[in-house]
């Protein structure tokens, strides 16, 4: 009997591990009109003051829709919104190429890693190439103002110039969630440079 229930464990996890596997593993998200994320983000300096910075739009929210398959953004402040050229905000929510490089790759799975080099410029500086190091650490649970869902925890850590025409280096830190149930980043943090940078998923809805 014992024999048997050894055989039969050994028989049932075979088919857990790639129900566990796929779980923690997803496609590109497939986006269609209609579908739409709002964000806060926040900019804090070294002073304490709390800004939305300009290299991010200068509103305090964003709401990123999808029309006619493309990404649009609206600033929003208060009552106030306007449409604006925004790519470092579609890249924050969607993970587009750009702003700090290929923040998503698909399929996105547990221990994926990967590198990619973009363009940055500190402030008073020319612009410059960096590399951004990728590596999908955790699939976890986490809490938003829309509820808990399943994300992706990935850490992008890259070399930046500091200082008076940036002759020094720091090393930026950035940790961020993407859930595939949202087809979106829902949380996004940035350490190690002169402006920490907050972003937080208040809102979404996807079309059917």
């Not at 497939?30 to 964000?39: A, E, F, N, Q, S």
């Not at 991010?56 to 493309?70: A, C, D, H, N, T």
């Not at 992706?152 to 280096?169: H, L, S």
């Amino acid at each position: 009997m014992s024999r048997f229930l050894v055989a039969f464990a050994g028989i049932a996890s075979s088919f857990l591990v790639p129900l566990v596997s796929f779980a923690q593993q997803a496609d590109a998200p497939v986006y269609k009109d209609g579908d739409w994320w709002r964000i806060k983000i926040e900019v804090v300096r070294p002073t304490g003051v709390s800004i939305a910075g300009s290299q991010l739009g200068g509103f305090p929210e964003y709401r990123v829709q999808i029309s006619s398959g493309k990404p649009t953004v609206i600033g929003i402040r208060g009552e106030q919104t306007k449409e604006i050229d925004a790519p470092p905000i579609i890249s924050l929510v969607l993970g587009k190429t750009g702003w700090h490089g290929e923040l998503l790759r698909f399929p996105m799975r547990v221990g994926l890693a990967w590198t990619d080099r973009f363009q940055f410029q500190p402030r008073g500086t020319q612009a410059r190439w960096e590399e951004g190091r990728y590596e999908v650490q955790a699939w976890e649970k986490l809490t938003t103002a829309k509820g808990g869902f399943d994300a992706f925890k990935i850490v992008m850590t890259t070399n930046i110039p500091t200082g008076p025409k940036g002759k020094g280096t720091a090393i930026r830190t950035s940790t961020y969630y993407y859930s595939p149930e949202i087809k979106a980043i829902v949380s996004y943090t940035e350490e190690g440079t002169e402006a920490g940078i907050t972003e937080t998923l208040v809102d979404f809805s996807l079309s059917k």
